[in-house]
């Protein structure tokens, strides 16, 4: 809590997490989609997997169908 004033005095620092949350947000709706998950690693994997396609979708001129055939190939 003592530095939620940081973002004042650090530039690298955003003043909100907005980020954050709309990432947390589709992790939330597919768990309302997928109604119950059946082990703790399977959460697990489906946040890997979402976080490798936020980052695959960072880049620029990224073709992410390529990009995922290529790790499971």
Do not use: G
């Not at 530039?11 to 954050?20: C, F, S």
């Not at 082990?39 to 992410?64: A, Y």
């Amino acid at each position: 809590k003592k530095d939620h004033l940081l973002f004042l005095h650090n530039k690298n620092v955003p003043a909100t997490n907005n980020e954050a949350e709309r990432l947390l947000r589709k992790y939330k709706r597919k768990q309302a989609q997928a109604v119950s998950f059946r082990s703790p690693s399977s959460i697990d994997h489906l946040c890997k997997c979402m976080s490798m396609l936020v980052l695959m979708r960072r880049k620029e001129q990224t073709n992410l169908f390529r990009e995922i055939a290529e790790i499971f190939a």
